[in-house]
């Protein structure tokens, strides 16, 4: 692999263009992408490593993520040992198997043992079984173990999200004791905002803002200035929880116990900021039916996700047509009816997908609990009844202006009065009811309101239509 590898990149002797590529824009600018591009299809390796190799580890993932699979297979050449393993931890799963593949199990070995815990998981969590063990069997004793159990955890809790590397110190201790363990110990996390104070079990007692460390006296007792109500996360909790708990009680850091309450590590503010990403961007994605795919997917792998997504909906159009032919004979005698159908069923749809957006979102966040469902529900459905009684106003003088029906016009009105109170409360009904059947209402929730205001709004203005005036 290492001489596959080698033997693609460029010659690093090539002597680099005089012109060097600078970006002085936070993050990647669209100029400086162009430029490393430019460079790498030029051979240029020179150039590209002086541009790349003092990159933040995350513009690094960024910037693998904007090139074509040949060009990312040269950067990782190019910059060769000098490329930080952290900046994989940034990448999507598929694109980061695929970088790894480049580098080779050694160096990924040996990378895993310099990350922080947390991190370390990441890379290897989504790993089979035997590619898992390959890289674990490489790593030191201790690495190797503090690893392997965060990998007991269920994936997306708090044991996965936390790190094990923590600083702790005994309740007896004074300020000095404490300042020069930070100044001697050797194991301790790359960063940390807060010390944590344990009992002789190692059950966590309190918490010491370093800030507030740092302003006592030597001599001061840590009991005297610790804080001993704390936000202690179960390492079962899931990960969406835990950011929930941060947001909540404006957390920096949190420690992490096991079933016995004994500490087992921290989760920072920083890992809670990508779930809250990841949690967001996997909600919308739902809400749209296109799964947990990223943009340097596959072709076949793309389609294969959206194919069910678009299967459900196959059969939910089903349901309309069949709603629609029941009404066949009233559509062939007044062509006007097919002419507006889309109309009604269009702003039914839309307004089903504001209610159920927002209560989705709300039922994410907590905002919607059982204590307030009944008077948002309310709240909904005059909401979904005020535009109905507005539209039916326009589409009603619509109508009766474009075709000169004012029969069809008040038919049409009192359509939309019905169908967007419908779509209002549909949007709500339907992920509250999801929810609590188990099923996850991101999910599912659009399927059932499609097939849903589709099929009223059909019946509705069909429905009517056929009664009043054929």
Same mark, same amino acid.
């Given at each position: 692999?290492?001489?596959?590898?080698?033997?693609?990149?460029?010659?690093?002797?090539?002597?680099?263009?005089?012109?060097?590529?600078?970006?002085?824009?936070?993050?990647?600018?669209?100029?400086?992408?162009?430029?490393?591009?430019?460079?790498?299809?030029?051979?240029?390796?020179?150039?590209?490593?002086?541009?790349?190799?003092?990159?933040?580890?995350?513009?690094?993932?960024?910037?693998?993520?904007?090139?074509?699979?040949?060009?990312?297979?040269?950067?990782?050449?190019?910059?060769?040992?000098?490329?930080?393993?952290?900046?994989?931890?940034?990448?999507?799963?598929?694109? #980061?198997? &695929?970088?790894?593949?480049?580098?080779?199990?050694?160096?990924?070995?040996?990378?895993?043992?310099?990350?922080?815990?947390?991190?370390?998981?990441?890379?290897?969590?989504?790993?089979?079984?035997?590619?898992? @063990?390959?890289?674990?069997?490489?790593?030191?004793?201790?690495?190797?173990?503090?690893?392997?159990?965060?990998?007991?955890?269920?994936?997306?809790?708090?044991?996965?999200?936390?790190?094990?590397?923590?600083?702790?110190?005994?309740?007896?201790?004074?300020?000095?004791?404490?300042?020069?363990?930070?100044?001697?110990?050797?194991?301790?996390?790359?960063?940390?905002?807060?010390?944590?104070?344990?009992?002789?079990?190692?059950?966590?007692?309190?918490?010491?803002?370093?800030?507030?460390?740092?302003?006592?006296?030597?001599?001061?007792?840590?009991?005297?200035?610790?804080?001993?109500? @704390?936000?202690?996360?179960?390492?079962?909790?899931?990960? &969406? &929880?835990?950011?929930?708990?941060?947001?909540?009680?404006?957390?920096?850091?949190?420690?992490?116990?096991?079933?016995?309450?004994?500490?087992?590590?921290?989760?920072?503010?920083?890992?809670?900021?990508?779930?809250?990403?990841? &949690?967001?961007?996997?909600?919308? #994605?739902?809400?749209?039916?296109?799964?947990?795919?990223?943009?340097?997917?596959?072709?076949?792998?793309?389609?294969?996700?959206?194919?069910?997504?678009?299967?459900?909906?196959?059969?939910?159009?089903?349901?309309?047509?069949?709603?629609?032919?029941?009404?066949?004979?009233?559509?062939?005698?007044?062509?006007?009816?097919?002419?507006?159908?889309?109309?009604?069923?269009?702003?039914?749809?839309?307004?089903?997908?504001?209610?159920?957006?927002?209560?989705?979102?709300?039922?994410?966040?907590?905002?919607?609990?059982?204590?307030?469902?009944?008077?948002?529900?309310? #709240?909904?459905?005059?909401?979904?009844?005020?535009?109905?009684?507005?539209?039916?106003?326009?589409?009603?003088?619509?109508?009766?202006?474009?075709?000169?029906?004012?029969?069809?016009?008040?038919?049409?009105?009192?359509?939309?009065?019905?169908?967007?109170?419908?779509?209002?409360?549909?949007?709500?009904?339907?992920?509250?009811?999801?929810?609590?059947?188990?099923?996850?209402?991101?999910?599912?929730?659009?399927?059932?309101?499609?097939?849903?205001?589709?099929?009223?709004?059909?019946?509705?203005?069909?429905?009517?239509?056929?009664?009043?005036?054929?």
């Amino acid at each position: 692999m290492e001489k596959a590898l080698n033997d693609t990149a460029p010659d690093l002797n090539r002597a680099s263009d005089p012109d060097p590529i600078a970006d002085d824009e936070i993050g990647l600018s669209p100029d400086f992408v162009r430029k490393v591009v430019d460079r790498i299809d030029a051979g240029d390796a020179p150039s590209v490593r002086a541009a790349a190799v003092d990159l933040h580890p995350s513009d690094v993932a960024e910037l693998i993520e904007l090139l074509r699979p040949d060009e990312r297979r040269t950067l990782v050449a190019i910059l060769g040992p000098d490329l930080d393993i952290a900046a994989l931890s940034e990448l999507d799963e598929g694109l #980061r198997d &695929e970088v790894m593949d480049y580098i080779g199990p050694g160096r990924v070995a040996e990378a895993l043992a310099d990350l922080d815990t947390d991190d370390a998981v990441y890379l290897l969590e989504d790993m089979e079984e035997s590619a898992q @063990q390959a890289l674990l069997s490489r790593m030191p004793d201790e690495d190797r173990a503090q690893i392997e159990r965060s990998l007991e955890y269920e994936e997306d809790s708090a044991g996965r999200l936390m790190q094990r590397d923590i600083v702790v110190v005994p309740p007896h201790w004074n300020v000095g004791q404490a300042i020069d363990h930070l100044r001697e110990a050797d194991d301790l996390p790359e960063t940390f905002f807060e010390i944590f104070v344990v009992d002789e079990m190692y059950h966590a007692i309190g918490t010491v803002p370093l800030s507030r460390v740092m302003r006592t006296k030597r001599p001061v007792p840590i009991q005297s200035i610790m804080d001993v109500e @704390q936000t202690l996360i179960p390492a079962d909790m899931d990960q &969406e &929880e835990v950011a929930h708990q941060f947001e909540k009680y404006n957390l920096v850091s949190a420690a992490v116990v096991d079933e016995d309450d004994r500490l087992v590590g921290m989760v920072t503010v920083d890992d809670v900021v990508e779930v809250i990403q990841e &949690e967001a961007g996997e909600d919308l #994605r739902r809400l749209a039916g296109v799964g947990d795919e990223a943009l340097t997917d596959t072709v076949i792998k793309t389609a294969r996700s959206r194919f069910p997504w678009l299967f459900a909906n196959l059969f939910t159009a089903a349901i309309a047509a069949v709603v629609i032919s029941a009404f066949g004979v009233s559509i062939e005698k007044m062509v006007t009816l097919a002419i507006l159908m889309p109309v009604v069923a269009a702003l039914a749809g839309n307004a089903g997908t504001q209610t159920m957006t927002v209560t989705v979102r709300a039922m994410a966040t907590r905002d919607l609990v059982d204590f307030n469902v009944g008077r948002v529900i309310s #709240r909904e459905v005059l909401v979904a009844f005020i535009n109905g009684f507005i539209f039916a106003v326009l589409m009603g003088l619509g109508v009766g202006v474009i075709f000169g029906d004012w029969e069809l016009s008040g038919v049409i009105a009192v359509s939309m009065v019905i169908t967007l109170g419908f779509a209002g409360l549909s949007g709500i009904l339907i992920p509250l009811a999801l929810d609590r059947a188990g099923a996850d209402p991101a999910i599912s929730s659009s399927v059932f309101l499609i097939a849903l205001t589709d099929a009223v709004s059909f019946l509705a203005f069909l429905g009517l239509a056929t009664w009043l005036l054929l």
